[in-house]
């Protein structure tokens, strides 16, 4: 258990990011930088290279952004997005996120590539932002908020934190209005929760809170590809992983098949969805 007391699906999250198998194998598979969809260009696109090209499109969507800007990522992982947006516009970044494993590699990479005074990096979670009301310009997250128990309150708390005018944009794997509880189910018992956001659903929390939408980009087709090249990988590297235990490799792999799935028959939804307030 944590100091901070996290509640129970936060906790449960946290130690699953924090275990000596999830650190290693998100490590080595995606590159160490990422943690989330890719957006692939062709069959031989590599992982870490399509993350990249995802931080890369969101970045090209916000509309102000630069060296004075506040910016938050919400469950950043190893940090490469804050890095990315740190180096591009010199803004200051904070990366708040659950796994304190994770968070000293961030810190590690970031004193290494000379970003450490750009940005922050706070062990939290982003249910309970430790900030003052309208203390950020940019929120960014990507992939993580699927892991909330509570996304209204994910919702309501970042549109707090956010400046008047200030941008949310972020990504994160959701359920479609068409998907079948049998199709779905396997990826939420992965996941351990009951349902998965959804682009209606932002959406609505969005505007019950007085935020516009900019824009919703539905790039739901790479959520299969994705999760299919990351199994394919995890494959390819097995005998290589002999520093992750077998049962999660077994596991991980098992996993994988239900998102890649799940994702083949229609139950999911992946994209970038970005808010004004
Ligand atoms: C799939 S990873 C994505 C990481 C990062 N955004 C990226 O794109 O590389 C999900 C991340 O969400 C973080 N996370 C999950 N629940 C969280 C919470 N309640 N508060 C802060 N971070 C959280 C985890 O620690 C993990 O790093």
Not at 17 to 44: Q, R
Not at 196 to 208: C, I, L, P, R, V
Not at 253 to 267: D, Q, Y
Request: hydrophobic share 35%.
């Amino acid at each position: 258990m944590s100091e901070k007391n996290y509640t129970g699906v936060v906790e449960k999250a946290r130690e699953y990011y924090n275990s000596d198998d999830a650190d290693k194998f998100y490590y080595d598979v995606w590159g160490g930088e990422d943690i989330h969809i890719g957006l692939y260009e062709g069959p031989d696109h590599p992982i870490r290279d399509a993350s990249q090209k995802t931080v890369e499109k969101m970045a090209s969507c916000i509309q102000k952004i630069g060296k004075d800007s506040k910016v938050l990522d919400a469950g950043a992982g190893f940090g490469g997005a804050a890095r990315y947006l740190a180096k591009e516009y010199g803004c200051h970044v904070v990366a708040l996120n659950l796994s304190e494993k994770q968070n000293e590699r961030d810190r590690q990479m970031n004193k290494e590539q000379g970003l450490d005074k750009l940005i922050d990096v706070v062990d939290g979670d982003f249910e309970n932002l430790p900030y003052e009301d309208r203390t950020f310009d940019v929120i960014w997250s990507e992939d993580s908020f699927l892991h909330s128990g509570n996304r209204e309150k994910v919702m309501q708390e970042l549109h707090r934190v956010l400046k008047k005018g200030g941008e949310l944009i972020f990504t994160d794997p959701m359920q479609s209005p068409e998907a079948k509880k049998e199709d779905l189910q396997p990826v939420l018992d992965r996941i351990h929760l009951e349902t998965m956001g959804s682009f209606k659903f932002y959406e609505e929390q969005a505007k019950k809170l007085g935020m516009e939408t900019i824009q919703i980009i539905d790039l739901s087709h790479q959520l299969p590809e994705h999760y299919s090249r990351v199994a394919a990988e995890l494959k390819e590297k097995t005998d290589k992983m002999n520093h992750i235990s077998k049962e999660y490799v077994d596991r991980m792999l098992k996993g994988l098949s239900h998102w890649v799935e799940a994702g083949r028959k229609g139950a999911l939804n992946w994209g970038i969805l970005h808010f004004k307030k």
